[in-house]
């Protein structure tokens, strides 16, 4: 199994909130994303930016789920947060793995149509304790460390954006 938002995502819906608190960034200050899951493996939501007034479909289809031996593997569509280079959507293929019981990663291929752009986004995760995990995402471009703190249907991530930008996400499935 690939670490990610825990029970959250097995909900039929989640709301995630995200809170920039930084002034030098392109980046929306305040994003909404409600998304509603169909089966086992596929979502879709919109995701709402409250200061520009603009909204953008999500959508995300596990099309094989992980195993010791391979990656999980999805397709999806979302904003390209968390960039600073894209302002738009991005369309991106995944694979996620779980290198041992504490270390996991993932790496995408991800298309950014307004700029006609490719990203190499990738992540690594480590679980410090069953609740908290300690994560270094990279967005094609710049590095972001953040560590999170996840209970069975609610999560709490503290980001530094760009490794300077302080940002606060929390996640609740319902």
């Known amino acids: ?7 959250i995502q097995e909900q039929v819906f989640s709301l995630t909130t995200r809170w920039i608190n930084s002034t030098k960034t392109l980046r929306a200050p305040l994003a909404f994303t409600l998304v509603r899951l169909f089966g086992e493996s ?3 939501g919109i ?3 409250p200061k520009s007034d603009k909204s953008f479909l999500v959508w995300n289809w596990r099309l094989l789920e992980a195993t010791p031996k391979t990656p999980a ?3 999806g569509q979302s904003s390209a947060w968390p ?6 959507s991005a369309f991106s293929v995944t694979a996620a793995q779980a290198l041992n019981a504490n270390w996991h990663a993932y790496l995408s291929a991800s298309f950014a149509p ?7 986004p990738a992540g690594l995760a480590y679980r410090l304790t069953p609740a908290f995990k300690a994560r270094a995402m990279w ?3 710049r590095l972001h460390p953040a560590i ?3 209970q069975s249907d609610w999560g709490l991530s503290f980001f530094l954006l760009d490794g300077r930008d302080p940002t606060l996400s929390l996640s609740v499935g319902f």
């Open 1 to 7: 199994m690939v670490q990610g938002s825990g029970k």
């Open 42 to 44: 596929f979502r879709i």
């Open 47 to 49: 995701e709402h930016m």
């Open 73 to 75: 593997l999805a397709i």
């Open 83 to 88: 960039s600073s280079e894209v302002t738009g």
């Open 114 to 120: 307004d700029q006609a752009r490719w990203f190499l």
């Open 139 to 141: 967005d094609g471009n």
């Open 148 to 150: 999170s703190y996840q």
